[in-house]
C-alpha cells in the first residue's frame, strides 16, 4: 500500500509544483491530503483525480524557482545555515537535504535525529505548515515528502531564541488544562491587542514572527506553554514507550478541546488537530527526551501565539448540541465515515478530510474508541454536523469561504 501512495506522491512532487502559492502566500497541502485519503483507503485512481483536481484549481509551476538554486546551489552546511528563514531558494535548500538523506544511508531516523533538533524552534514559520508536511511524509515513510518538508522548516521558520534548559525542562511541571491557559492568555487584552494589531494589513506569519523576535514576549508564551498540563510519563519506560504515550496525549488533548468548541473549524484548532498529529509521527523517531520536550515546546509556544495572532477568538459551547445528536453521530460507524469520503473527495474541504483522517488514526492506535469517544465524535462533527460553510476566523474578522474544492491557509 505505501507503494501506491508514494507513487502518486512522487508524481506530485515539489519537482512539479511549488511548495507555496497565490504569490507565496499559501502553502500546498496536495501531500497531505494525498497521504489523509490514502489513510482513509482511497484508492490509485481516486488520489490521481484528488492530486489532479488540487493542483488544477491553484498550485503554481516551479520553473522560476528552481533557476535560483540552478545558479546559488548548497553545497555546505555554513551555506545552508545563512538561509535559515530566509525564504530564500527553496530547491537550493530541497537539493541540499536530499544529500544530506543519502549521506544518512536513507534513513528517516537517523536524518530526522541528524537535522531536525536544531530547526524545531521555528515551527511557527509559515503557519506550521512545514511541520505538518514532515509529520505527513513521515506517516507513508515519503522520502520525498519528509525532505519537502524539512527543506520547507529551514526556509520559512524563525528560530526562537531560548536557551537550552528552557527547551528541554520536562513538560509535565504544568497544572491547567489548554482551554484554561486559552482563557487566560484571551483574558490579557493588553497581550492580544498588541500582538494581533501589529502592523495592520499584514499577514498571521508577519505578526507570528514579529511577536517571536521579542524576547519579552517569547518569555510571555514560554511561561504560559508551561502551564497546560501534560500527564507524567514513567522514568522507567522506554524512549519508544514514552514518545508514543506523550504524542497521543497531546493530540488528544488537541482533540478534546476542538470538540468542546462551538467554533470547532477555528483555523488554530484545525491545524491544531493536524499538527499535533503530525508532531506526533515526529516524536517517535527521536531517540532523546531532550528533543521530544523541544519540539513539543515549540509546538504549544507556536499554538498559543497564532491563537493571539488570530484575535484570541472566544471557544465555548461544545460543537454537539445534546445527548440526541451525540447519539447519532456515534452510531456512524468507521465505515460510514470513510464511505462519505470515498463519495465526496474531490470536494471535501482539505483540512476537514485530515481531521478525519487524524480521528480515524488515532481510533486505530486505541484499538478502540478513547473514553470520552472523541475520535468518532470529532469526526463525524466534521462530515455530519457542520455549518454549509467555512469559516476561519481572521483577527476581527470572520471570513466565509465555499466548501467547494478545499479552502486553504
Not at 503557519?127 to 505538518?132: C, E, F, M, S
Not at 471557544?315 to 463519495?343: C, H, V
Request: glycine share 6%.
Amino acid at each position: 500500500m505505501l507503494a501506491v501512495v508514494n507513487r502518486v506522491l512522487k508524481n506530485h512532487s515539489v519537482n512539479r509544483y511549488y511548495i507555496e502559492y497565490q504569490h507565496e502566500t499559501r502553502s500546498t497541502h496536495l501531500a497531505h491530503g494525498i497521504i489523509a485519503l490514502h489513510r482513509l483507503g482511497i484508492d490509485e485512481e481516486c488520489l490521481e483525480r484528488y492530486a489532479e483536481h488540487y493542483a488544477r484549481i491553484r498550485l503554481e509551476d516551479p520553473s522560476e524557482h528552481v533557476k535560483t538554486a540552478d545558479v546559488s546551489p548548497i553545497k555546505t552546511r555554513k551555506e545552508a545555515d545563512k538561509l535559515k528563514g530566509k525564504r530564500e531558494n527553496y530547491y537550493g535548500l530541497y537539493r541540499y537535504y536530499d544529500q544530506l538523506f543519502d549521506e544518512c544511508g536513507g534513513s528517516n531516523l537517523e536524518f530526522i535525529n541528524r537535522e531536525i533538533p536544531s530547526l524545531v524552534n521555528g515551527f511557527a514559520g509559515s503557519l506550521i505548515h512545514p511541520l505538518i508536511h514532515i509529520g505527513y511524509g513521515l506517516s507513508v515513510d515519503s522520502r520525498s515528502v519528509v525532505v519537502e518538508g524539512i527543506s520547507y522548516l529551514h526556509f520559512s521558520g524563525f528560530p526562537v531564541e531560548l536557551n537550552d534548559d528552557e527547551w528541554t525542562a520536562p513538560l509535565t511541571n504544568g497544572t491547567m488544562k489548554l482551554n484554561d491557559v486559552l482563557q487566560e492568555l484571551r483574558e490579557n487584552v493588553s497581550v492580544v491587542r498588541e500582538v494581533s494589531e501589529l502592523k495592520p494589513g499584514d499577514s498571521w506569519h508577519d505578526k507570528a514572527r514579529l511577536t517571536l523576535s521579542n524576547k519579552e514576549r517569547v518569555k510571555y508564551f514560554l511561561d504560559l506553554a508551561n502551564k497546560i498540563h501534560i500527564p507524567d510519563i514513567a522514568d522507567d519506560d522506554s524512549i519508544n514507550i514514552k514518545s508514543k504515550l506523550i504524542g497521543k496525549q497531546v493530540v488528544d488533548m488537541i482533540l478534546e478541546l476542538f470538540a468542546s468548541c462551538r467554533n470547532g473549524k477555528d483555523f488554530i484548532l484545525l491545524h491544531g488537530v493536524t499538527s499535533a498529529w503530525s508532531l506526533h509521527q515526529l516524536i517517535l523517531l527521536f531517540d532523546n527526551m531532550e528533543s521530544i520536550n523541544k519540539s513539543i515546546r515549540s509546538f504549544l509556544i507556536t499554538l498559543l501565539v497564532y491563537y493571539c495572532v488570530t484575535g484570541a477568538p472566544i471557544l465555548e459551547d461544545g460543537i454537539i448540541l445534546n445527548e440526541s445528536s451525540k447519539n447519532e453521530l456515534m452510531n456512524k460507524s468507521w465505515d460510514d465515515l470513510k464511505l462519505i469520503i470515498k463519495d465526496n473527495f474531490v470536494n471535501l474541504e482539505v483540512h476537514t478530510m485530515k481531521v478525519v483522517q487524524v480521528c480515524y488514526d488515532m481510533h486505530l492506535l486505541e484499538g478502540t474508541e478513547n473514553k470520552n469517544g472523541i475520535y468518532k465524535l470529532v469526526a463525524s462533527s466534521c462530515l455530519l454536523n457542520k455549518p454549509d460553510n467555512f469559516y476561519i476566523y481572521l483577527g476581527h474578522n470572520n471570513v466565509q469561504l465555499s466548501t467547494e474544492g478545499n479552502s486553504d491557509k
